[in-house]
């Protein structure tokens, strides 16, 4: 067999693979409790209008596919005019083009090239962003602040420029062993810093952690560690990029592959708003007040708590797990549109 065949097996595997993890009840819980109610939130915000989407969604779509079933954005006879989406396998965005048929905007390359590459101002503004990596927060073989920060960073930026607020959806892989241990040990002493700054925090902290310091958890159980502490870090870049975090789920299940361990997902739902124009502040707090506040609230909130446990849930819910199941099922039966 040759290497070339040897190298498209290999990919065929992994996108197998990833179009089976995407069917799974645990995935499904997380679309339906919480990207969808963040969704629609935002929607009713916005006056009923259908939403901008910019989703990093893989062949199957089920995120764009049932936010259209639930009068979040449009379908028609042709497509999805109110998605843009970004895929770095090229098997993958032919498939997705039939899937999906017109579509906002595309993009043939990862997430970090379109967002590094100079003509990422266009796409802009959005309404949900669905950044679904399932890759490293802080992968070794770049610098803490990586790519992955250096796109979501443009993302904030771009949104800023057209005053829109907006709900973001990250999903990390939260894996210790191939991680950059210098970014932990940053997220470490930024969380340890907080401490001193907001002496409650570090009471928030134990009792969120089960006693256990930024720097145990983060041994013990770094998946936990990943839900308590990126909140803050991920507060602190939208507040330098003028925005606030108003709202906070986190979500975490384990993954099973067929070959290697089984690791863990950890999943973040943050709804954004730009902070107020200082020309507009008349009866308004300053804009540092709303900052400090709202910083505050999210700290406490991860502080105290890691989020959901999907598994656990649907441990205790089998009937809610068929019928996330089926609803998975309901979704990959549509039939594609015209315009595929």
């Not at 070339?4 to 097996?9: A, G, K, S, Y």
């Not at 969704?39 to 009713?44: D, L, N, P, T, V």
């Not at 401490?195 to 958890?217: D, H, K, T, V």
């Not at 739902?269 to 730009?274: E, G, K, R, Y």
């Amino acid at each position: 067999m040759t290497a070339r065949r040897v190298r498209r097996r290999r990919r065929e595997r992994a996108r197998r693979q990833v179009s089976k993890v995407s069917r799974t009840p645990v995935k499904h819980y997380v679309r339906r409790r919480g990207w969808v109610e963040a969704a629609k939130s935002r929607q009713g915000r916005l006056g009923g209008s259908y939403l901008q989407v910019l989703t990093l969604c893989g062949e199957d779509a089920l995120d764009v596919l049932l936010f259209a079933r639930e009068g979040l954005i449009r379908r028609d006879a042709r497509g999805f005019p109110d998605v843009s989406w970004c895929e770095w396998s090229a098997e993958t965005a032919a498939r997705l083009r039939m899937r999906l048929g017109r579509v906002r905007r595309s993009f043939l390359g990862s997430l970090e090239q379109l967002a590094l590459g100079g003509d990422f101002d266009d796409w802009f503004p959005f309404d949900v962003v669905n950044l679904d990596f399932t890759a490293l927060p802080f992968p070794r073989s770049q610098p803490p602040f990586n790519s992955t920060w250096k796109a979501i960073q443009a993302i904030l930026r771009g949104q800023r420029s057209h005053g829109r607020g907006f709900e973001l959806f990250l999903t990390f892989n939260a894996t210790r062993e191939p991680a950059n241990e210098a970014a932990i040990r940053q997220l470490i002493e930024v969380v340890e810093q907080n401490f001193g700054i907001r002496p409650w925090s570090e009471q928030a902290f134990l009792a969120g952690s089960g006693s256990q310091s930024p720097n145990e958890l983060s041994v013990q159980a770094y998946d936990k560690f990943l839900l308590v502490c990126l909140p803050k870090f991920i507060a602190r870049l939208a507040t330098d990029e003028q925005f606030v975090v108003k709202g906070l789920e986190r979500f975490s299940y384990k993954r099973r592959p067929p070959w290697g361990a089984t690791y863990s997902i950890v999943k973040f739902v943050l709804s954004l708003d730009p902070l107020p124009s200082p020309a507009l502040r008349i009866n308004v707090p300053p804009r540092h007040e709303i900052a400090s506040q709202s910083y505050d609230e999210l700290v406490r909130s991860s502080f105290e708590s890691p989020g959901v446990d999907v598994d656990q849930v649907l441990q205790y819910e089998p009937g809610l797990r068929q019928s996330l199941g089926d609803e998975v099922a309901s979704l990959l039966q549509e039939v594609p549109p015209m315009g595929a």
